[in-house]
């Protein structure tokens, strides 16, 4: 199985801030990379797919880059509604597997 | 818009077999080109994909769980299941059903469904 690796595994941040959390991968994956946001109690929610495409609906101020093993996802300018659990997944080859998570908080 | 919606006992004895369906509405199971999948979140814990299916009837499982596990689908209900069987208290999770892009990417998700494993 592919292992994803997130760091950090908790951020303290505060709004108007602007973060980055990043994945690797235990092999290459090229980009079949895909990063979800997750709030308690909810399902996750698909934000970034291939490494660095926006799913329709997610704000521009997010973004993902990278490619190979090494991957990032930026929030620019932190609103309230971005404090949460953000997961990083591979779906390079099955079992696709999630990293740990990131859980971001407010400062 | 496409939604989907696990159901399914939320207390299992251990040993017995779980069984999960998700209904889809929005979408058809049988237009492809999406699979259809399940993933778990463990109490406390990150998410674990348990495997999908195409509406053909191709199955990938995670080796993890192979031996245990059986999907199925039903196009005429637009639905899709799963059954684990032999389960204990490790397999207590949240069970989330999701739909799954070319890439591999999900980008529809159910609720998800409390099961809890426990005599």
């Known amino acids: 199985d592919i292992q994803m690796t997130q760091s950090p595994s908790s951020l303290s941040a505060s709004v108007g801030d602007r973060v980055t959390i990043t994945c690797r991968a235990s092999?290459?994956?090229?980009?079949?990379l895909n990063w979800y946001q997750q709030i308690p109690g909810k399902a996750p929610k698909l934000l970034i797919y291939g490494a660095s495409w926006l799913q329709s609906g997610v704000p521009s101020r997010l973004s993902g880059s990278g490619s190979g093993t090494d991957f990032t996802l930026t929030i620019e300018s932190l609103q309230a509604e971005d404090f949460a659990t953000y997961y990083c997944?591979?779906?390079?080859?099955?079992?696709?597997?999630f990293g740990q998570g990131t859980k971001l908080e407010i400062k | 818009q496409v939604q989907l919606q696990e159901s399914g006992p939320g207390l299992v004895k251990p040993s017995q077999t779980l069984s999960l369906t998700c209904t889809v509405s929005g979408a058809s199971i049988s237009s492809g080109p999406y699979y259809w999948s399940w993933i778990r979140q463990l109490p406390g814990k990150g998410l674990e994909w348990i495997g999908y299916i195409y509406y053909t009837g191709r199955t990938d499982y995670n080796p993890s769980l192979k031996s245990r596990i059986t999907m199925s689908v039903d196009t005429s209900k637009n639905q899709f299941s799963v059954n684990l069987r032999s389960v204990t208290a490790a397999d207590t999770a949240m069970y989330f059903c999701?739909?799954?892009?070319?890439?591999?990417?999900?980008?529809?998700w159910g609720l998800g469904t409390q099961v809890t494993v426990s005599s």
């Open positions: 092999q290459t994956i090229s980009t079949y």
């Open positions: 997944q591979q779906s390079y080859s099955t079992p696709y597997t």
């Open positions: 999701a739909r799954v892009g070319k890439d591999g990417h999900s980008d529809y």
